[in-house]
Structures are given as C-alpha cells and as structure tokens.
C-alpha cells in the first residue's frame, strides 16, 4: 500500500516535470518579458532615488551647510568625509583592480581578496554614522533622512552607470 502512494506522488512529479518543460517557448517568453519590466522597473527606481537625492541636495544645501555652518562638529565630519574615502578606495579595487584588470568576477567573497567587501561596507556605514553626528545640530531629525537618501542616490548612481 505504501508503495501505490508513493508509486502515484512519483508519477505526479513526473507529470509535473513534463508539463513544466515541455511548455519551453510561453516560459522563455514569459521571462524575457519579465526580465524586461524587472529592467525597467530597476531603472525608474534609480531615477527615483538620484533624482530625489538632487532635490535634498539642492533644497537642504547640504554642501554648504556641512563646511560653513558653525554648529557643524567639523571633527566628526572630516573622519566621516575620510571613512567614506576609504569606503570608496576598496570599492574601486574591487571594481577596476579585481572585475576590470584582473578579470574576476565579482562574486561574495571576491576570490583572493575575502574581506574587502566587508570593509568597504564596514567603511560606509561608520561614514554614514557620523555624517549624522557632525550634522545632527542643524538638521536635527531630518539628518538621518537626508544622509540616507544622499547614500542611496550615491549609490543607484554608480549601479547605473556600471561602476
């Protein structure tokens, strides 16, 4: 008896894995189709964030604000400008040196170089942390809104220009 059961669940997965691949051109279709809008839907959220990150930028001043504001804690926001270099420095290894020159593909770990991505995001979130530091006597509330969306424009940026 427990072999007409598992006999029948056995002919069902058969079944099932038939009509699946047996249905190749409607699926590849489909997912051409599906890979398109995902395409799409990708790039109209990168234009969202970039083009939010121009409007905080531009109405917050930020720039300005962070260098010629006296309430800015100057020292907080140079080791967080530095973090953030750094941050950018094991990134671009990892694209130019690692993907580009090296041609290997960027892969978690990268093969060889196990913790630069750990550092580089290590790096980026120390930076993102004392952003809000340095900037939380102006913009009280809003400092972590603002240096979240700089963050994620920055980054959809960069996503979109293949860097």
């Known amino acids: 008896?427990?072999?007409?059961?598992?006999?029948?669940?056995l002919h069902q997965r058969r079944s099932y894995n038939?009509?699946?691949t047996n249905n190749d051109e409607p699926q590849s279709e489909k997912s051409s189709f599906e890979s398109g809008l995902?395409?799409?839907k990708d790039f109209?959220?990168?234009?969202?964030?970039i083009g939010l990150s121009?409007?905080?930028?531009?109405?917050?001043?930020?720039?300005?604000v962070a260098f010629n504001n006296p309430k800015t804690n100057s020292n907080v926001l140079y080791v967080g400008i530095a973090c953030l270099l750094l941050s950018w420095t094991a990134g671009l290894y990892a694209v130019i040196y690692v993907a580009w020159y090296k041609g290997i593909r960027l892969d978690y770990p990268l093969p060889g170089?196990?913790?630069?991505?750990?550092?580089?995001s290590a790096f980026g979130v120390a930076?993102?942390?004392?952003?809000?530091?340095?900037?939380?006597?102006?913009?009280?509330?809003?400092?972590?809104?603002?240096?979240?969306?700089?963050?994620?424009?920055?980054?959809y940026l960069t996503a979109m220009l293949g860097i």
């Open 127 to 155: 930076a993102f942390i004392l952003f809000i530091v340095a900037l939380w006597p102006i913009f009280h509330v809003l400092t972590p809104v603002i240096i979240f969306v700089m963050f994620m424009g920055f980054l």
């Open 54 to 64: 121009a409007f905080v930028t531009l109405q917050s001043d930020i720039v300005n």
């Open 18 to 20: 038939e009509t699946t």
């Open 113 to 120: 170089h196990p913790y630069c991505i750990p550092i580089a």
């Open 44 to 49: 109209l959220v990168g234009l969202f964030w």
């Open 38 to 40: 995902e395409k799409v």
């Open 1 to 9: 008896m427990a072999d007409s059961s598992s006999s029948s669940t």
